[in-house]
């Protein structure tokens, strides 16, 4: 049956490891608070993203004010792109001194182009601008 | 064991790069708060370290991380709060109360002990993710309906079955046959599901299909669908046309301004609105042939 409208408690998005939910910390306290069914959300999680084990997978959790909620997957974090396409296997602890790696402007363009549908960007430059300020914030540059 | 929560409050587009710096210290993973609106653009990044003998150095690390990205981008300095494990997963089941709907009507779910009153039907249900608390103002308004007329021996049609939580009341107040469609098979299993839980699968009869998958007519057709479906399911008759001479419609899933325009379909598609019920902004119509 089609969805009716209800009125939104909170919006929460858990960035959390593919098929491998449990209510411990961050989903535990992150949803108990808002009095859902953490169980529910668990084994639906799960169920979803097994076959993607290995990647962080967020997932955007809509609580209504019932303690009933929805959920939709998301593409992967950006720094979690950046990380994978840059090949170093975390940000720089001083991003604003030390860079630990760089990418491409046609990998920035790939990650923007992926993440497009998940930001808040009118347009692939708009996009593009804030996986490169992502970027900046890791210590990771972009090269021509 | 405790656990150190640490929350940064910030903007849509740097919780990215906060996330990530606290993803290194917390490898299960982040939770960010977006408020209570799709567009909100501050959020609350929240992450969670285990309170072990390591926890005063990192801590201190993850404190010099986020000092560092804050020299790229103005930051606040993340707030800490020592909190106990506890079972999250408590609190939700307690908050989970017994619903009393109409006169006879009550809502359990498994793991609440309920002895009913005289005449009462008990009806076993698990919340998931359709529904929390509460249900719908669109279901109570249905149940309400149902159960003023509901008589043993009808034949009932359920449309948009969902967890089939109106065909098993149907089935507990009378001695009723119940045909029970959705076209999404998710609600299908939960219906069967349900109706074994509850005793009346013998009396409740699943189908995977739309109003186009039923032959035959009914004393009670029960459709908590949406205001355009019903439109739609109306014309031509084809809703009409499954109601027997004597039998009673009820429809719900309108808003109230929605009203006007699902009763003139009716009424130009052979069936007559008697009776209106109305609870927040929705509304249940209850129907006969005209």
Known sequence: MAKKKKKIKAIVKLQIPAGK?????????????????????????????????????????????DSSFTFVLKTPPTADLLRKAAGVPKGSSEPNRIKVGSITRQQLR???????????????????????????????EIVD | MDWLEVSVETDREMAEAVSEVLSRYAPQGVAIELGDEPDGQRVIVRAYLAADDSLEARKR???????????????????FRRIADRDWTAGWKESIPILHIGKRIVIKPSWREYTPQAGEVVLELDPGLAFGTGLHPTTRLCLEALEARVRDGMRILDLGSGSGILALAA??????????????????????????????????RPLHGSLEAVSGTYDLILANLLAPILIRMAAERKLAARLKPQGWLIASGLLV???????????????????????EDWLALLATRA
């Open chain 1, 21 to 65: 939910a449990n209510p411990a910390p961050p989903i535990g306290p992150a949803l108990a608070q808002h009095g859902i069914n953490l169980m529910a959300f668990c084994k639906e999680y799960n169920a979803k993203t097994s076959h993607l084990a290995g990647n962080i997978i967020p997932a955007e959790i809509t609580i209504y004010h």
């Open chain 2, 171 to 204: 089935a507990k107040l009378a001695r009723v046959e119940v045909l029970a469609v959705d076209n999404d098979p998710n609600a299908v299993v939960a219906t069967r599901r349900n109706a074994r839980r509850n005793g009346v699968s013998a009396r409740v």
């Open chain 1, 110 to 140: 790939e990650i923007a182009e992926t993440k497009m549908k998940d930001l808040n960007a009118n347009d692939i430059a708009a996009a593009e601008r804030m996986v490169a300020g992502t970027a900046r914030s890791m210590g990771i």
């Open chain 2, 257 to 279: 301004e929605q009203e006007g325009e699902v009763a003139a379909a009716f009424e130009a598609n052979g069936l007559h609105v008697v009776e209106r019920r109305r609870e």
């Open chain 2, 61 to 79: 690390r993850l404190e010099e991380a986020l000092w560092h990205l804050g020299q790229i981008r103005p930051l606040p300095a993340p707030t």
